[in-house]
Protein backbone atom coordinates (compact mmCIF):
# COMPACT_ATOMS: atom_id res chain seq x y z
CA UNK A 1 0.00 0.00 0.00
CA UNK A 2 1.78 3.27 -1.16
CA UNK A 3 2.12 5.71 1.29
CA UNK A 4 2.41 9.51 0.59
CA UNK A 5 2.90 12.61 2.60
CA UNK A 6 0.06 14.73 1.07
CA UNK A 7 -2.88 12.97 -0.36
CA UNK A 8 -4.77 15.77 -2.26
CA UNK A 9 -8.35 14.84 -3.72
CA UNK A 10 -9.16 17.15 -6.71
CA UNK A 11 -6.75 19.20 -8.89
CA UNK A 12 -9.10 22.25 -9.24
CA UNK A 13 -7.30 25.47 -8.00
CA UNK A 14 -7.04 24.92 -4.27
CA UNK A 15 -5.82 21.30 -5.04
CA UNK A 16 -2.69 22.39 -7.38
CA UNK A 17 -1.68 25.41 -5.53
CA UNK A 18 -1.17 23.55 -2.40
CA UNK A 19 0.63 20.90 -4.40
CA UNK A 20 2.47 23.84 -6.00
CA UNK A 21 3.59 25.76 -2.74
CA UNK A 22 4.27 22.63 -0.92
CA UNK A 23 6.25 21.06 -3.40
CA UNK A 24 8.68 23.92 -4.15
CA UNK A 25 9.17 24.62 0.00
CA UNK A 26 9.61 21.13 0.61
CA UNK A 27 10.53 19.31 -2.25
CA UNK A 28 11.14 15.97 -0.38
CA UNK A 29 7.42 15.70 0.61
CA UNK A 30 5.97 12.76 -1.39
CA UNK A 31 2.28 14.16 -2.72
CA UNK A 32 -0.11 12.58 -4.82
CA UNK A 33 -3.26 14.24 -6.74
CA UNK A 34 -6.46 12.00 -7.35
CA UNK A 35 -8.56 14.04 -9.82
CA UNK A 36 -11.70 12.13 -11.32
CA UNK A 37 -11.13 13.89 -14.88
CA UNK A 38 -8.68 14.27 -17.37
CA UNK A 39 -5.10 15.73 -17.78
CA UNK A 40 -5.93 20.20 -19.48
CA UNK A 41 -4.73 19.08 -22.56
CA UNK A 42 -6.66 15.76 -22.88
CA UNK A 43 -10.04 18.38 -22.19
CA UNK A 44 -12.33 18.89 -24.92
CA UNK A 45 -16.23 19.70 -25.03
CA UNK A 46 -17.61 18.45 -28.22
CA UNK A 47 -20.02 21.40 -28.13
CA UNK A 48 -17.13 23.10 -30.23
CA UNK A 49 -18.53 20.50 -33.33
CA UNK A 50 -21.39 19.73 -32.19
CA UNK A 51 -23.01 23.19 -31.67
CA UNK A 52 -25.19 21.60 -29.03
CA UNK A 53 -24.44 20.34 -25.00
CA UNK A 54 -24.08 16.23 -26.05
CA UNK A 55 -23.85 15.53 -22.31
CA UNK A 56 -20.52 13.73 -21.78
CA UNK A 57 -20.46 11.23 -19.48
CA UNK A 58 -19.15 9.65 -17.02
CA UNK A 59 -18.40 13.89 -16.65
CA UNK A 60 -18.47 17.30 -17.97
CA UNK A 61 -14.96 18.25 -19.51
CA UNK A 62 -15.90 22.00 -18.80
CA UNK A 63 -16.30 21.58 -15.05
CA UNK A 64 -14.22 18.59 -14.57
CA UNK A 65 -10.38 17.77 -14.94
CA UNK A 66 -6.99 19.55 -14.03
CA UNK A 67 -7.36 23.31 -13.64
CA UNK A 68 -11.04 21.98 -12.48
CA UNK A 69 -13.88 24.64 -13.60
CA UNK A 70 -11.14 27.29 -13.70
CA UNK A 71 -9.71 26.28 -16.90
CA UNK A 72 -13.03 25.99 -18.73
CA UNK A 73 -14.12 29.74 -17.21
CA UNK A 74 -13.36 33.30 -17.98
CA UNK A 75 -10.25 33.07 -15.85
CA UNK A 76 -11.05 36.31 -13.78
CA UNK A 77 -8.71 36.69 -10.26
CA UNK A 78 -9.90 39.16 -8.40
CA UNK A 79 -7.13 40.59 -6.55
CA UNK A 80 -9.13 42.10 -3.26
CA UNK A 81 -9.69 39.98 0.00
CA UNK A 82 -13.13 41.77 -0.17
CA UNK A 83 -14.31 39.55 -3.33
CA UNK A 84 -14.44 35.33 -3.24
CA UNK A 85 -16.02 34.18 0.02
CA UNK A 86 -15.73 34.10 4.04
CA UNK A 87 -11.83 32.90 4.11
CA UNK A 88 -10.62 36.62 5.77
CA UNK A 89 -12.91 36.00 8.52
CA UNK A 90 -10.99 32.95 9.49
CA UNK A 91 -7.79 33.67 8.77
CA UNK A 92 -8.01 37.70 8.92
CA UNK A 93 -8.40 40.58 6.46
CA UNK A 94 -4.94 41.68 6.57
CA UNK A 95 -3.32 38.38 6.25
CA UNK A 96 -5.92 37.61 3.17
CA UNK A 97 -4.21 40.72 1.21
CA UNK A 98 -1.43 39.65 1.94
CA UNK A 99 -1.94 36.06 0.62
CA UNK A 100 -3.80 37.54 -2.29
CA UNK A 101 -0.64 39.58 -3.31
CA UNK A 102 1.83 36.47 -2.56
CA UNK A 103 -0.45 33.85 -4.91
CA UNK A 104 -0.92 36.53 -7.83
CA UNK A 105 2.73 36.14 -8.16
CA UNK A 106 2.47 32.99 -8.64
CA UNK A 107 0.15 33.19 -11.25
CA UNK A 108 2.82 36.24 -12.91
CA UNK A 109 5.21 33.61 -12.98
CA UNK A 110 3.22 31.26 -15.05
CA UNK A 111 2.05 33.69 -17.70
CA UNK A 112 -0.45 35.47 -16.45
CA UNK A 113 -1.61 38.82 -18.41
CA UNK A 114 0.12 41.97 -16.08
CA UNK A 115 -2.54 43.90 -17.19
CA UNK A 116 -5.08 44.72 -14.12
CA UNK A 117 -8.57 45.79 -15.04
CA UNK A 118 -10.55 47.79 -13.34
CA UNK A 119 -8.07 50.35 -11.49
CA UNK A 120 -7.28 54.27 -12.59
CA UNK A 121 -10.52 56.22 -13.54
CA UNK A 122 -11.51 57.68 -9.77
CA UNK A 123 -13.45 59.89 -11.11
CA UNK A 124 -15.64 57.79 -13.48
CA UNK A 125 -15.56 55.08 -10.68
CA UNK A 126 -16.91 58.02 -8.53
CA UNK A 127 -19.96 58.34 -10.52
CA UNK A 128 -20.82 54.79 -11.03
CA UNK A 129 -20.67 54.53 -6.68
CA UNK A 130 -22.61 57.72 -6.33
CA UNK A 131 -25.37 56.05 -8.82
CA UNK A 132 -25.11 52.54 -6.97
CA UNK A 133 -25.79 54.12 -3.72
CA UNK A 134 -28.65 56.19 -4.84
CA UNK A 135 -30.26 53.15 -5.67
CA UNK A 136 -29.41 50.96 -2.64
CA UNK A 137 -26.63 48.90 -4.02
CA UNK A 138 -22.64 48.75 -2.56
CA UNK A 139 -20.61 48.73 -5.16
CA UNK A 140 -17.13 46.95 -5.00
CA UNK A 141 -14.31 47.80 -7.21
CA UNK A 142 -12.11 45.45 -6.96
CA UNK A 143 -8.96 44.92 -9.29
CA UNK A 144 -9.72 42.18 -11.79
CA UNK A 145 -6.68 39.87 -13.81
CA UNK A 146 -7.95 38.41 -16.32
CA UNK A 147 -6.51 35.64 -17.61
CA UNK A 148 -9.18 34.46 -20.52
CA UNK A 149 -10.70 31.43 -21.22
CA UNK A 150 -8.57 29.89 -23.54
CA UNK A 151 -5.23 31.54 -21.72
CA UNK A 152 -6.48 30.29 -18.87
CA UNK A 153 -6.02 26.70 -20.04
CA UNK A 154 -2.17 27.24 -21.33
CA UNK A 155 -1.36 28.39 -17.94
CA UNK A 156 -2.60 25.67 -16.34
CA UNK A 157 -1.16 23.08 -18.71
CA UNK A 158 2.35 25.31 -17.80
CA UNK A 159 1.46 24.43 -13.91
CA UNK A 160 0.70 21.06 -14.48
CA UNK A 161 3.95 19.77 -16.52
CA UNK A 162 5.54 21.81 -13.69
CA UNK A 163 4.38 19.77 -10.76
CA UNK A 164 4.76 16.28 -12.78
CA UNK A 165 8.46 17.19 -13.12
CA UNK A 166 9.00 18.31 -9.59
CA UNK A 167 7.96 14.56 -8.76
CA UNK A 168 3.92 15.35 -7.51
CA UNK A 169 1.91 12.09 -8.92
CA UNK A 170 -1.62 13.17 -10.46
CA UNK A 171 -3.93 10.05 -10.34
CA UNK A 172 -6.21 10.84 -13.69
CA UNK A 173 -9.72 9.50 -13.85
CA UNK A 174 -9.68 8.67 -10.49
CA UNK A 175 -12.00 9.42 -7.86
CA UNK A 176 -11.81 9.07 -3.69
CA UNK A 177 -14.81 7.31 -2.61
CA UNK A 178 -14.27 7.55 0.90
CA UNK A 179 -11.57 8.39 4.05
CA UNK A 180 -10.23 6.14 6.15
CA UNK A 181 -10.33 8.10 9.75
CA UNK A 182 -9.86 6.01 13.03
CA UNK A 183 -9.81 7.59 16.67
CA UNK A 184 -10.28 10.87 14.96
CA UNK A 185 -7.05 10.53 12.76
CA UNK A 186 -7.62 10.51 8.87
CA UNK A 187 -4.81 7.91 7.64
CA UNK A 188 -5.73 7.98 4.21
CA UNK A 189 -8.56 7.46 1.42
CA UNK A 190 -10.17 4.90 -0.79
CA UNK A 191 -9.40 5.17 -4.67
CA UNK A 192 -11.27 4.04 -7.59
CA UNK A 193 -10.33 3.52 -10.83
CA UNK A 194 -12.90 5.15 -13.47
CA UNK A 195 -11.91 3.02 -16.04
CA UNK A 196 -11.42 -0.20 -14.61
CA UNK A 197 -13.64 0.75 -11.42
CA UNK A 198 -11.58 -1.39 -8.96
CA UNK A 199 -10.55 0.50 -6.00
CA UNK A 200 -7.67 0.38 -3.85
CA UNK A 201 -6.53 2.50 -0.47
CA UNK A 202 -3.66 5.27 -0.33
CA UNK A 203 -2.34 6.24 3.22
CA UNK A 204 -1.44 9.50 4.01
CA UNK A 205 -0.13 12.16 6.71
CA UNK A 206 -2.36 14.84 5.92
CA UNK A 207 -5.68 14.40 3.59
CA UNK A 208 -6.48 17.81 1.41
CA UNK A 209 -10.05 17.54 0.31
CA UNK A 210 -10.38 20.06 -2.39
CA UNK A 211 -13.34 18.93 -4.64
CA UNK A 212 -14.92 22.32 -5.91
CA UNK A 213 -18.44 22.83 -6.39
CA UNK A 214 -18.72 20.09 -7.94
CA UNK A 215 -17.83 18.05 -5.26
CA UNK A 216 -19.59 20.27 -2.62
CA UNK A 217 -22.85 17.70 -1.93
CA UNK A 218 -19.83 14.53 -1.83
CA UNK A 219 -18.00 16.11 0.37
CA UNK A 220 -20.97 16.97 2.54
CA UNK A 221 -22.44 13.30 2.57
CA UNK A 222 -18.49 12.73 3.68
CA UNK A 223 -18.73 14.93 6.74
CA UNK A 224 -21.98 13.28 7.58
CA UNK A 225 -20.72 10.06 7.54
CA UNK A 226 -17.56 10.60 9.42
CA UNK A 227 -18.79 13.65 11.83
CA UNK A 228 -16.17 16.07 10.06
CA UNK A 229 -17.46 19.09 11.73
CA UNK A 230 -19.66 21.41 9.56
CA UNK A 231 -22.81 23.88 9.10
CA UNK A 232 -25.07 24.54 7.02
CA UNK A 233 -24.22 27.15 5.00
CA UNK A 234 -25.48 29.83 2.22
CA UNK A 235 -26.86 28.66 -1.12
CA UNK A 236 -26.88 31.04 -4.03
CA UNK A 237 -29.83 30.65 -7.03
CA UNK A 238 -30.02 32.84 -9.64
CA UNK A 239 -29.97 33.69 -13.56
CA UNK A 240 -27.39 34.38 -15.85
CA UNK A 241 -28.13 37.79 -17.32
CA UNK A 242 -27.03 38.63 -20.92
CA UNK A 243 -27.79 42.26 -21.90
CA UNK A 244 -25.87 44.74 -25.82
CA UNK A 245 -22.42 45.40 -24.60
CA UNK A 246 -23.53 49.34 -25.52
CA UNK A 247 -25.56 49.02 -22.46
CA UNK A 248 -22.24 48.00 -20.44
CA UNK A 249 -19.83 49.93 -22.03
CA UNK A 250 -18.80 52.25 -19.17
CA UNK A 251 -18.94 50.06 -16.87
CA UNK A 252 -17.41 47.66 -18.40
CA UNK A 253 -14.40 50.41 -19.70
CA UNK A 254 -14.35 51.64 -15.90
CA UNK A 255 -14.35 48.40 -13.98
CA UNK A 256 -14.31 45.76 -16.43
CA UNK A 257 -16.60 43.74 -13.63
CA UNK A 258 -19.17 45.72 -11.83
CA UNK A 259 -19.58 43.84 -8.56
CA UNK A 260 -22.92 45.24 -6.79
CA UNK A 261 -24.88 43.91 -3.75
CA UNK A 262 -28.14 45.05 -2.04
CA UNK A 263 -30.64 43.90 -0.16
CA UNK A 264 -34.09 44.47 -2.24
CA UNK A 265 -37.60 44.97 -0.80
CA UNK A 266 -39.81 42.85 0.51
CA UNK A 267 -37.74 40.02 1.76
CA UNK A 268 -34.51 41.53 1.42
CA UNK A 269 -32.60 38.84 0.92
CA UNK A 270 -28.73 39.38 -0.08
CA UNK A 271 -28.36 39.82 -4.02
CA UNK A 272 -25.04 40.09 -5.73
CA UNK A 273 -23.70 40.29 -9.40
CA UNK A 274 -21.18 37.61 -9.95
CA UNK A 275 -19.04 36.84 -12.82
CA UNK A 276 -19.05 39.54 -15.60
CA UNK A 277 -17.90 38.74 -18.79
CA UNK A 278 -17.61 41.90 -21.47
CA UNK A 279 -17.91 40.60 -24.92
CA UNK A 280 -18.32 37.24 -23.56
CA UNK A 281 -20.26 34.07 -23.96
CA UNK A 282 -23.35 32.36 -21.98
CA UNK A 283 -22.31 28.75 -21.62
CA UNK A 284 -23.69 25.11 -20.03
CA UNK A 285 -22.03 23.34 -17.80
CA UNK A 286 -23.25 19.81 -16.27
CA UNK A 287 -22.82 17.92 -13.15
CA UNK A 288 -22.41 14.47 -12.86
CA UNK A 289 -26.09 14.11 -11.94
CA UNK A 290 -27.26 15.30 -15.08
CA UNK A 291 -27.82 18.77 -13.37
CA UNK A 292 -27.32 21.31 -16.54
CA UNK A 293 -26.54 24.97 -15.35
CA UNK A 294 -25.52 27.96 -16.69
CA UNK A 295 -22.42 29.65 -16.50
CA UNK A 296 -20.58 32.38 -18.16
CA UNK A 297 -17.25 33.00 -19.98
CA UNK A 298 -14.99 35.69 -21.30
CA UNK A 299 -11.95 34.87 -24.07
CA UNK A 300 -8.76 37.29 -24.56
CA UNK A 301 -9.06 37.63 -28.03
CA UNK A 302 -12.47 36.05 -29.33
CA UNK A 303 -15.25 38.54 -28.68
CA UNK A 304 -19.08 38.67 -28.61
CA UNK A 305 -21.64 41.79 -28.98
CA UNK A 306 -23.13 40.93 -25.52
CA UNK A 307 -21.87 41.28 -21.95
CA UNK A 308 -23.11 38.26 -19.72
CA UNK A 309 -23.09 38.33 -15.63
CA UNK A 310 -24.77 36.56 -13.32
CA UNK A 311 -27.33 37.82 -10.70
CA UNK A 312 -27.45 35.77 -7.13
CA UNK A 313 -29.82 35.16 -4.59
CA UNK A 314 -28.73 33.97 -1.18
CA UNK A 315 -30.76 31.33 0.62
CA UNK A 316 -30.48 30.22 4.30
CA UNK A 317 -32.06 27.05 5.67
CA UNK A 318 -31.55 26.22 9.19
CA UNK A 319 -34.76 24.98 10.88
CA UNK A 320 -36.43 22.23 10.82
CA UNK A 321 -34.68 22.19 7.21
CA UNK A 322 -31.05 22.30 6.57
CA UNK A 323 -30.26 20.94 3.61
CA UNK A 324 -29.19 23.68 0.85
CA UNK A 325 -27.61 21.78 -1.75
CA UNK A 326 -30.18 19.37 -2.28
CA UNK A 327 -32.83 22.73 -2.43
CA UNK A 328 -30.68 24.29 -5.12
CA UNK A 329 -30.45 20.89 -6.85
CA UNK A 330 -34.58 20.58 -6.93
CA UNK A 331 -35.24 24.09 -8.19
CA UNK A 332 -32.21 23.76 -11.16
CA UNK A 333 -33.92 19.65 -12.02
CA UNK A 334 -36.97 21.45 -11.96
CA UNK A 335 -35.89 24.20 -14.69
CA UNK A 336 -34.01 21.58 -16.64
CA UNK A 337 -37.09 19.48 -17.06
CA UNK A 338 -39.00 22.48 -18.23
CA UNK A 339 -36.27 23.32 -21.13
CA UNK A 340 -36.56 19.46 -21.83
CA UNK A 341 -32.88 19.43 -20.93
CA UNK A 342 -31.91 22.28 -21.62
CA UNK A 343 -30.85 26.03 -20.43
CA UNK A 344 -34.21 27.93 -20.65
CA UNK A 345 -33.96 31.88 -21.15
CA UNK A 346 -36.56 34.15 -21.43
CA UNK A 347 -36.93 38.03 -22.11
CA UNK A 348 -36.65 40.44 -19.07
CA UNK A 349 -40.24 42.57 -20.71
CA UNK A 350 -41.55 39.02 -20.73
CA UNK A 351 -41.79 38.21 -17.22
CA UNK A 352 -43.04 41.51 -16.19
CA UNK A 353 -45.59 40.98 -19.04
CA UNK A 354 -46.57 37.49 -17.35
CA UNK A 355 -45.81 35.75 -20.24
CA UNK A 356 -42.94 33.44 -22.08
CA UNK A 357 -40.71 33.77 -24.63
CA UNK A 358 -40.93 32.47 -27.65
CA UNK A 359 -37.86 31.58 -30.21
CA UNK A 360 -39.30 33.77 -32.95
CA UNK A 361 -39.31 36.85 -29.98
CA UNK A 362 -35.54 35.91 -29.59
CA UNK A 363 -34.56 35.91 -33.31
CA UNK A 364 -36.58 39.39 -33.54
CA UNK A 365 -34.41 41.17 -30.31
CA UNK A 366 -31.64 43.53 -30.65
CA UNK A 367 -30.01 41.01 -28.01
CA UNK A 368 -29.00 37.93 -29.81
CA UNK A 369 -28.88 34.76 -27.29
CA UNK A 370 -25.26 33.86 -27.48
CA UNK A 371 -25.96 30.31 -26.10
CA UNK A 372 -27.54 29.10 -29.13
CA UNK A 373 -29.29 26.01 -27.72
CA UNK A 374 -30.86 27.49 -24.92
CA UNK A 375 -35.01 26.73 -24.34
CA UNK A 376 -36.98 29.81 -25.03
CA UNK A 377 -39.38 29.73 -21.91
CA UNK A 378 -40.66 30.98 -18.86
CA UNK A 379 -38.41 30.60 -16.24
CA UNK A 380 -40.75 31.77 -13.61
CA UNK A 381 -42.36 28.32 -13.47
CA UNK A 382 -39.74 26.52 -12.25
CA UNK A 383 -37.99 29.71 -9.75
CA UNK A 384 -39.22 30.09 -6.37
CA UNK A 385 -41.24 33.14 -6.32
CA UNK A 386 -39.09 34.58 -3.56
CA UNK A 387 -36.28 34.25 -5.70
CA UNK A 388 -37.87 35.51 -8.25
CA UNK A 389 -38.70 38.82 -6.58
CA UNK A 390 -35.56 39.68 -5.15
CA UNK A 391 -34.11 39.35 -8.93
CA UNK A 392 -36.68 41.62 -10.37
CA UNK A 393 -36.00 44.09 -7.97
CA UNK A 394 -32.49 44.18 -7.86
CA UNK A 395 -32.26 44.29 -12.23
CA UNK A 396 -34.78 47.47 -11.49
CA UNK A 397 -32.13 49.00 -9.13
CA UNK A 398 -29.01 48.28 -10.97
CA UNK A 399 -30.76 49.89 -14.17
CA UNK A 400 -30.59 53.26 -12.01
CA UNK A 401 -26.74 52.71 -12.07
CA UNK A 402 -26.58 51.16 -15.94
CA UNK A 403 -29.67 52.85 -17.72
CA UNK A 404 -30.80 50.39 -20.51
CA UNK A 405 -30.20 46.84 -17.89
CA UNK A 406 -33.99 46.22 -17.37
CA UNK A 407 -34.81 46.81 -21.20
CA UNK A 408 -37.87 44.01 -22.44
CA UNK A 409 -35.14 42.39 -24.20
CA UNK A 410 -32.86 42.01 -21.49
CA UNK A 411 -32.13 37.66 -21.38
CA UNK A 412 -32.07 35.80 -18.17
CA UNK A 413 -30.73 32.38 -18.55
CA UNK A 414 -31.53 29.50 -16.05
CA UNK A 415 -30.71 27.53 -13.90
CA UNK A 416 -27.36 29.66 -12.54
CA UNK A 417 -26.44 28.17 -9.32
CA UNK A 418 -23.70 27.78 -7.08
CA UNK A 419 -22.86 25.13 -4.64
CA UNK A 420 -20.85 25.70 -1.88
CA UNK A 421 -23.04 25.55 1.25
CA UNK A 422 -21.83 23.37 3.03
CA UNK A 423 -19.18 25.14 5.21
CA UNK A 424 -16.45 23.03 6.96
CA UNK A 425 -15.50 24.00 10.60
CA UNK A 426 -11.94 24.61 10.96
CA UNK A 427 -9.40 26.67 12.53
CA UNK A 428 -6.84 29.49 11.46
CA UNK A 429 -4.21 26.83 10.66
CA UNK A 430 -6.91 25.20 8.27
CA UNK A 431 -7.59 21.70 10.55
CA UNK A 432 -10.54 19.98 11.33
CA UNK A 433 -12.05 17.93 13.95
CA UNK A 434 -10.36 15.42 12.46
CA UNK A 435 -6.58 15.27 13.03
CA UNK A 436 -5.12 15.20 9.94
CA UNK A 437 -7.92 16.32 7.42
CA UNK A 438 -8.00 19.58 6.27
CA UNK A 439 -10.44 20.84 3.84
CA UNK A 440 -10.13 23.33 0.73
CA UNK A 441 -11.58 25.60 -1.72
CA UNK A 442 -15.27 26.02 -2.96
CA UNK A 443 -16.05 22.75 -1.32
CA UNK A 444 -15.32 24.17 1.91
CA UNK A 445 -17.43 26.86 2.20
CA UNK A 446 -15.02 29.25 2.98
CA UNK A 447 -14.46 30.56 -0.78
CA UNK A 448 -16.42 31.49 -3.96
CA UNK A 449 -13.59 31.82 -6.95
CA UNK A 450 -10.50 31.69 -8.56
CA UNK A 451 -8.02 33.95 -6.76
CA UNK A 452 -9.31 33.05 -2.87
CA UNK A 453 -9.65 28.89 -3.57
CA UNK A 454 -6.01 29.40 -5.27
CA UNK A 455 -4.69 31.34 -2.10
CA UNK A 456 -6.18 29.21 0.30
CA UNK A 457 -4.12 26.13 -1.49
CA UNK A 458 -0.80 28.01 -1.09
CA UNK A 459 -1.93 28.40 2.65
CA UNK A 460 -2.46 25.06 3.04
CA UNK A 461 0.79 24.33 0.95
CA UNK A 462 2.78 26.87 4.06
CA UNK A 463 1.67 25.06 6.71
CA UNK A 464 1.93 21.57 5.82
CA UNK A 465 5.88 22.27 4.48
CA UNK A 466 6.51 23.43 8.36
CA UNK A 467 5.56 20.00 9.43
Known amino acids: MKKYDAIIV ?23 IIEKGKAVENRRCP ?9 CKPFCNITTGFSGAGAFSDGKLSLSYE ?26 RFGADEKVEGIGNEEKIKEIRKR ?6 KLVDCPIRHLGTEKAQGLYLKIEQYLLEKGVEILFEHSCTDVAIKDGVCTGVTVQNGKTKQEFELKGEDIVIATGRMGAGWLEGICNAHGIGHQAGTVDIGVRVEVRNEIMEEVNKVLYESKLIGY ?11 CQNPGGFVSQENYDD ?26 NFSVPFN ?18 GQILVQR ?17 SNVRPTLPDAQAGDITSAMPYRTMINIINFIQAVDNVVPGFASKETLLYSPEIKFYSNRVVMDKDLNTNVKGLHCLGDSSGWTRGLMMASMMGVLMGQKLSEK
Open 10 to 32: GAGPAGIFTALELIERAPAKKIV
Open 47 to 55: KITTKKCVN
Open 83 to 108: VGGNLPELIGEDYAQEMIDYTDKIYL
Open 132 to 137: AIQSGL
Open 264 to 274: PKPFKNKVRTF
Open 290 to 315: NLAVVNGHSYKDIKSNNTNLAILCSH
Open 323 to 340: QPIQYAKKVGELTNMLGN
Open 348 to 364: YGDILDGKRTWPKELSQ
